[in-house]
Nanobody, 123 residues
């Protein structure tokens, strides 16, 4: 039905930058909120940043001022620009999308998750 494909993770030095991308595809009618979550080893998955279809954003306190979330509605894609990265930002980052999709003659709505992309901040 709907797939989310992430890209852009990797290994970066402390203080460096990365940009994550997540593209949604499939029988999409509309995408409501999109967001990025992360999960570090031994910790629960946490919200990093989210953006509504209208462009309103919210961020975790730990990334406010360093990370920027944005989306391209025409491409069904959400981005996360991460600056001034710290070792504590190391985690698997997951894309999430609240999607209204077409199923036969019906519209349905549910959350979808990407497969995750590893971000490692280390010297």
């Amino acid at each position: 039905q709907v797939q989310l494909v992430e890209s852009g993770g990797g290994l970066v030095l402390p203080g460096g930058s990365l940009r994550l991308s997540c593209a949604a595809s499939g029988s999409i009618f509309s995408i409501n909120a999109m967001g990025w979550y992360r999960q570090a080893p031994g910790k629960q998955r946490e919200l990093v940043a989210a953006v509504t279809s209208g462009g309103s954003t919210n961020y975790a306190d730990s990334v406010e001022g360093r990370f920027t979330i944005s989306r391209d509605n025409a491409k069904n894609t959400v981005y996360l620009k991460m600056n001034s990265l710290k070792p504590e930002d190391t985690a698997v980052y997951y894309c999430n999308a609240d999607v209204t999709y077409i199923n036969g003659s019906y519209f349905r709505r549910r959350d979808y998750w990407g497969q995750g992309t590893q971000v490692t901040v280390s010297s």
